[in-house]
Each structure stands twice: as C-alpha cells, then as structure tokens.
C-alpha cells in the first residue's frame, strides 16, 4: 500500500518566518502534486514535479523532488497571512490512482 | 474557478436514506475522480471513471456506486445513508492519459449531513 506522510501536521507562525513542509514515502511516483485548500472549498493545485531532484518555484513558494522520486518539500519564505491554508501532496501511483498525503495545517499569524 | 461543477452544494438527509451528488468535468477532460474527507481528514479517493469506464477504485464502500455518462458527467450514488457518511465528496477531473503525468482539478465540493 503506497502512503504519503506529510510533517509537519501543524505548523503556526508568524508572517514573514520562513517554512518547509515534507512529503515522504517508501514508493517511487511517476509525479508529484502540491495542493492548497481552504475551509469549506475543493483544493487547488499548486505545482506539479516528474523529474527526481527537480525544483520549482511559484512566487515565495519552492517545491522539490527527491532524487528517488520518493519525497518532496515545500518551503515558504516570508510567510503571509494569505498563506494560510491546508496543503497537501498527492503522488501518482501504479494504476492511475492518486494517493494523497495526510496534510499539513498552516496558520501564518498578522 | 476550476471549471469543474457539482451539484448540490449542501445535502441533509436522514439514515437510511439514498442520494446522488453530480459532477460535470472541465470541458474535454475525460478523466473524473470522487473523494471523501472526513473532518479534519485528508481526501480518501474512491473511484476513477475515464471515458465512461471504470479505472481505478480506492476506499469506497459497497453501498456507494458511481458511473460516467456518455457526455463525461458523473454521478456518486451513496445508499443506506449512516450518520458517519457525513463528510465532503470531491469530484475533479483530469485529460487523463494513460502514462505520464496529468494534473486534477477539484470541484467546490458537496458537504453530505447525514442525521
């Protein structure tokens, strides 16, 4: 069974420190998503890795994907209130299934 | 907006009882998936339909059955309604290809209450 292990579950900041969300497995996925979600409301999606090591950046956000294909993080810099928010991973498995990670709740504080 | 729609919105409705929520995909995609989430759950997937057809099936439960018509909408059929169903079903759709990589798109979601 391939699962996704986000960490931290919960993160509270203040605006403008810096963060980094992990997504791990013990599989190997043919790609990466990163989501957003806000209460009451469908998640978003961020950004999507295929190649082991790729990085990529959206504004203060960087996602990046393991060698393995196995891991990816995402980090905030300058964190803002706006950021605030659900995040979640999802990884592509065998047989077209999404499996998505256990979230990680942030909260940026004014 | 994700372009994808689903319908109804809110739901309540009492045990026992049996309810369709609907899905209409973004315009050609031809992949469309249903997700659960529980309070303060992640999104458990429960099925894929491509095309018409069933792709790929998650944690759904014998009482919940879905379909894909013909012009891609989709429709999750939940019965015997117990109070633990309650919970937010997701729909999203993807181009679906087989191989490579593809991207889904949520729906704004329909929040069941089962009472």
């Known amino acids: 069974t391939q699962l996704l292990e986000q960490s931290p579950q919960f993160l509270s900041i203040q605006e403008g420190e810096n963060l980094t969300v992990y997504c791990n497995s013990s599989s190997v996925f043919s790609s990466l998503q990163w989501y957003r979600q806000e209460p009451g409301e469908g998640p978003v999606l961020l950004v999507t890795?295929?190649?082991?090591?790729e990085v990529k950046k959206l504004k203060r956000l960087t996602f990046q994907f393991g060698d393995a294909r196995k891991d990816s993080s995402l980090h905030i810099t300058a964190a803002q209130p706006g950021d605030t928010g659900l995040y979640l991973c999802?990884?592509?498995?065998?047989?077209?299934?999404?499996?998505f990670g256990t979230g990680t709740r942030l909260k940026v504080l004014a | 907006d994700s372009g994808v729609t689903q319908t109804p919105k809110h739901l309540i409705t009492a045990t026992g009882q049996r309810v369709t929520l609907r899905c209409s995909p973004r315009s050609g995609d031809l992949s469309v998936y249903w997700y659960q989430q529980s309070l303060d759950q992640g999104l458990q997937f429960l099925i894929q339909?491509?095309?018409?057809?069933?792709?790929a099936k998650g944690n759904i439960l014998e009482r919940f059955s879905a379909q894909q018509f013909p012009d891609l909408h989709s429709e999750l059929n939940l019965s015997s309604l117990e109070l633990g169903d309650s919970a937010l079903y997701f729909c999203?759709?993807?181009?679906?290809?087989?191989?490579?990589?593809?991207?889904?798109?949520f729906g704004p979601g329909t929040r069941l209450t089962v009472t």
């Open positions: 999203a759709s993807s181009g679906g290809q087989a191989g490579g990589y593809y991207e889904q798109y």
């Open positions: 890795v295929v190649t082991g090591g």
């Open positions: 999802a990884g592509v498995g065998g047989t077209y299934k999404y499996i």
């Open positions: 339909y491509y095309n018409g057809e069933e792709r």
